[in-house]
């Protein structure tokens, strides 16, 4: 039976038509090393781990492992179906995100 995260996303996917590509939770964990890619903040213990589409299913993003990254469940809430460009929180700098002051 999959992870019900899995089923949950794969479910998202079909009702947007994006594209699907298997995807391993754990290999996207270890590539991002339990960092949150918005807050730079480890996550894990009282930070819910939470794995975000960067470019939302609900925006055309495909489900794949190089769309999703790691991210806290704060952010993740906080971003919603934005595309990290459009939040005004976060700011690009030098190519990494950064939340604003």
Same mark, same amino acid.
């Given at each position: 039976?999959?992870?019900?995260?899995?089923?949950?996303?794969?479910? @998202?996917?079909?009702?947007?038509?994006? @594209?699907?590509?298997? &995807?391993?939770?754990?290999?996207?964990?270890? @590539?991002?090393?339990? &960092?949150?890619?918005?807050?730079?903040?480890?996550?894990?213990?009282?930070?819910q781990?939470?794995?975000?589409?960067?470019?939302?299913?609900?925006?055309?993003?495909p489900?794949?492992?190089?769309?999703?990254?790691?991210?806290?469940?704060?952010c993740?809430?906080?971003?919603?179906?934005?595309?990290?460009?459009?939040?005004?929180?976060?700011?690009?700098?030098?190519?990494?995100? &950064?939340? @604003?002051?």
């Amino acid at each position: 039976m999959r992870h019900t995260w899995e089923s949950a996303n794969l479910q @998202r996917a079909r009702h947007y038509g994006v @594209r699907i590509e298997p &995807v391993n939770r754990t290999n996207v964990i270890r @590539r991002d090393g339990c &960092v949150c890619y918005m807050c730079k903040r480890r996550v894990g213990g009282k930070r819910q781990l939470v794995l975000d589409h960067v470019i939302p299913l609900a925006r055309g993003g495909p489900h794949c492992e190089s769309n999703l990254k790691v991210a806290c469940g704060l952010c993740n809430a906080r971003k919603g179906n934005k595309l990290p460009c459009e939040c005004a929180w976060l700011r690009v700098g030098n190519g990494e995100l &950064v939340i @604003r002051k």
